[in-house]
Structure formats: structure tokens, C-alpha cells
């Protein structure tokens, strides 16, 4: 009996014909048609991603298949097939000899508190917020992606979150968090105990997503960015999620090949930037929240306009005042002052007027040009540096700056963006905004963490 009299061989053979050898061999290996209920047409495959890349990519194709095959009225779903037990799962057994399904085994357990809900989105971190939530709602739509910022910012806090909520929503998925260094020993000791091949088939064969943190610490480690390569290429050719953190971007990672770094830049790159003062201040207030604490709200403030570091650098500070508070029943400023000295900066910092007139200084014009309506190439690109470092190294919001300069705040927006972006083109302008940061912070002691 002929197979292709079978509707479903049928359908297959149909797509086969419409789509390119390397696309069916890359996304339709374990493609099947489960059932036909009249003209609907069930497809199974063998993980979400995969089935997410597919409804994504080839949904026309798809449709005028079962179009073709079954009417102009014919629909289709695609469902993903429930993940054997022995790949990677503890089971136990019923007194029937039924299986039941634990939850997934992560190689590095994540933490329950990490959820998108409790994380304070703002201004320097929205993007990157959005873009794991909406990777989280629809797996493989956006593949790789690299996440990078100073150390403190949150990152960690929100790939977990990322865990947390694809996991919860499908508890199937096989997940990996680890950091590189984690990935590093393990690799060492498989390749001393000759068991390679139960290293690749734990990281290429049996996760469905792998995130990888600081990512970083892998420069000049050739050998393991070899089975890096190796692992990232596995996992994409088969629509697995990879997410990949650091504390710099693609293109300042040393020491690293340049097929690694083309692989991280290959999807969606994002970075989370400094937060500003208000940002912080609505930080430290959910760590109040959270911990059901008192802390006046002018400590908060305080500490907020005041810390020097990152967030995590800030939660450190609240959770000591805490505690003091606590024990003893009463904080003030001057104890707030004993207690974080090594964390606050207690030294006046400058101004706006002082930061302009440094930025005029090194661009040859005058504060009152840059605030001016003057418009020339070099003023306007003082003027952008000076909403850049007002923004970003100061904290200033970026409507409390366009007030200032008497711009709008997608105008504001904009220019910070043009001067981040010529920071990452223009070696010599880099060099110029450092030596301003420099002299700012002989002047003033601010530390930029």
C-alpha cells in the first residue's frame, strides 16, 4: 500500500516540498501530524521552542498546506510532545506502574523570590524587563539573547525571574542557570574523568534553555569557549532558548574568539543601564516594603541620593539600617552616616552649573552657549554630552534635564542614545568623555560602580 494515499504522509511530503532541505532538516525533524479531526490538522512536535519558532516562521506555509490538502475552510495547531520520563526527570511509580511527573531537575536551583512581579521596573531597565517577559510569554521569538551591565544592576534577579515564570507556566521545560565559572569546573572535571560525552549531552541534548551568567570570566579560557561555540550552536540549530549574561557587551569582551562574540551578538543584544536617583529611591523603598520595616522616608532619600554603587551595593545599606533599627529602635542621619561611610558619598557633589562648565571647558565653548538655542555640530554635541553625563553619572532624571537645557524628553532621550552610541564607535570621543569623568571624580570622590 502506497504511504502518500495517507493523509498525513500526505501533509508531510506536502510541506517537505515547500520548504528548503536545511529548514526540514533543522526544524522538522521530529515534526509529525498527531491526528485530523475533519478538516483541523493536529501537528506535534518535540519541544516549545521548536513549536514557537514554527508558528512564527512558517505559519503561511502551514496553512497552505492543510489548505491544499483538506479545503480553503482546513485550520491547524501545532502542540509540543510531553517530554519522555527518563530524559532528565525523577519519576516514581504508582502501584499501577503509572508514572508521575516531578517537577523539572534544574542544574542550579532558582530562587522563588526572583519574579517579575517584585522587580522595580524603570527608565534604565525597562527594555531588558520587557524583553525577558515577553521571551517568557512566547518562547524562541527572540534567540539568543545577551544581557550585559555593571555588576549589581539586577541581571541576576531577572533571568531567574525568566526561570521562574516559563517554568511555572510550563513545568516540562528542562532549564539550566549556572555561571560561567560553574560551566567552566564542570567541563575540567568531565574532560580529567574522560566523560565528555555526558557533558554535551547534559548541555546540548537535554535542556530546553540555558542561561549562562557572567559570562566575562571566560576570557582567554580558549578551551572552554571551544565547547561553548559548540554547545551555543547545538542548542540553536535545534530552536533551544539561549540567554547569555555579562558585565560588558559583545564588543568589549578581550580575550575572547571572535566566532564567540558573533554568536552573542546574533539575536537581541540589551543592556541595563544606570539607574537614576529616583530610580534607586524607589528601590530602596520596596526593600523597606518587603522587609515590613521603618525606615523614615528621609533616610530613604537620603541614602538613595547618596550611595555609591549599584543596587545591590544600595539593598546591602538598607538591609544594615534595618537591622539596626531593629536592635535598637532609632536611627538618624548622623548614624546612617557612621554606619555606611564606606558606601555613601558624603562629599558635596557638584552641580549641574559645574558639570557644564567642565563639558564647555573641554568642547572650547561657554555653559551659557550649551544651554543656549546656538545650533552647531560641536555645540550640539556638547550639549548631548552634557544631558549624557547628567543622566547617567549623576542621576538626573531625564525630564528634570530637559527642564535645564529647555528640551522635550524624547529629545533628551534621543541625545543620550546618540552619545552612547558614538562612545561605542568613536575610540577618541570615548577618550574625551573619560577624561571629563575623571576629572569629575578627582573633584569629588564619586565613585562610578
Known amino acids: 500500500m502506497n504511504s502518500m494515499n495517507n493523509p498525513k504522509d500526505t501533509i508531510l511530503a506536502l510541506i517537505r516540498d515547500k520548504i528548503s532541505r ?5 526544524w522538522f525533524i521530529d515534526f509529525t501530524v498527531k491526528r485530523i479531526e475533519g478538516t483541523h490538522v493536529v501537528f ?14 512558517f505559519d503561511k506555509i502551514l496553512k497552505k498546506v492543510v489548505n491544499e490538502s483538506l479545503g480553503s475552510e482546513a485550520s491547524y495547531e501545532i502542540v509540543y510532545a510531553q517530554i519522555n520520563a527518563e530524559h532528565n526527570f525523577e519519576t516514581n511509580k504508582q502501584e499501577d506502574g503509572a508514572l508521575i511527573r ?65 517554568l511555572a507556566n510550563n513545568p516540562d521545560l528542562r532549564f539550566a542557570y549556572l555561571t560561567s565559572e560553574q560551566f567552566m569546573n564542570e567541563l575540567v572535571l568531565k574532560l ?3 566523560n565528555m560525552e555526558e557533558f554535551r549531552e547534559k548541555y546540548r541534548r537535554k535542556v530546553d534553555v540555558l542561561v ?10 580558549k578551551g572552554v569557549q571551544v565547547e561553548l561555540f ?50 534607586l529611591y524607589k528601590i530602596a523603598c520596596k526593600i523597606v516594603e518587603e522587609e515590613k520595616a521603618d525606615i523614615s522616608d ?38 546612617v552616616n557612621a554606619l555606611l561611610k564606606d558606601v555613601l558619598q558624603t562629599q558635596p557633589v557638584e552641580d549641574e552649573n ?75 570621543f570615548k577618550t574625551t568623555i573619560d577624561n571629563i569623568e575623571k576629572e569629575m571624580e578627582k573633584k569629588t570622590g564619586k565613585a562610578y560602580s
Not at 536545511?22 to 533543522?26: A, F, R, S
Not at 549562562?212 to 579560557?221: R, S
Not at 541620593?305 to 548622623?334: C, E, F, N, Q
Request: charged share 25%; proline share 3%; with cysteine.
Open 102 to 166: 516531578k517537577r523539572p531537575v534544574l542544574i542550579t536551583p532558582l530562587n522563588p523570590r526572583y519574579t517579575f512581579d517584585n522587580f522595580i521596573v524603570d527608565e534604565f531597565n525597562q527594555f531588558v524587563f520587557n524583553l525577558l517577559l515577553e521571551a517568557a510569554r512566547k518562547p524562541a521569538t527572540y534567540n539568543p539573547i545577551f544581557i550585559y551591565s555593571e555588576a549589581g544592576m539586577g541581571k541576576t534577579h531577572l533571568v531567574q525571574a525568566y526561570g521562574n515564570y516559563l
Open 230 to 279: 559548540h554547545t551555543f550552536n547545538t542548542l540553536y540549530e535545534a530552536g533551544k532558548q539561549i540567554i547569555v549574561c555579562s558585565d560588558r557587551s559583545p564588543k568589549e569582551l578581550s580575550d575572547f574568539q571572535e566566532r564567540v562574540i558573533s554568536r552573542f551578538q546574533m539575536g537581541v543584544v540589551a543592556q541595563i543601564k544606570t539607574p537614576s536617583t529616583e530610580a
Open 22 to 26: 536545511q529548514q526540514w532538516e533543522h
Open 354 to 428: 559645574d558639570i557644564l562648565n567642565l563639558v564647555a571647558r573641554y568642547f572650547g565653548c561657554s555653559k551659557e552657549e550649551i544651554l543656549s538655542a546656538k545650533k552647531n555640530k560641536n555645540l550640539s554635541l556638547a550639549r548631548q554630552v552634557g544631558m549624557y553625563l547628567l543622566n547617567k553619572k549623576y542621576g538626573l532624571s531625564t525630564r528634570k534635564i530637559g527642564s535645564i537645557f529647555g528640551k522635550s524628553h524624547p529629545a533628551v532621550i534621543s541625545a543620550i542614545k546618540n552619545v552612547e552610541e558614538l562612545l561605542r564607535k568613536d575610540a577618541k
Open 44 to 57: 506535534e512536535v518535540g519541544n516549545l521552542f521548536i513549536k514557537g519558532y514554527i508558528e512564527k516562521k
Open 298 to 335: 528621609e533616610i530613604i532619600k537620603y541614602v538613595s541620593s547618596h550611595i555609591k554603587g549599584s543596587i545591590r551595593i544600595l539593598k546591602g545599606a538598607i538591609v544594615k539600617l534595618i537591622a539596626y533599627k531593629s536592635m535598637y529602635d532609632s536611627i538618624d542621619l548622623s548614624t
Open 212 to 221: 549562562i551568567d557572567d559570562v566575562q570570566f571566560l576570557a582567554g579560557k
Open 192 to 194: 580529567k574523568s574522560e
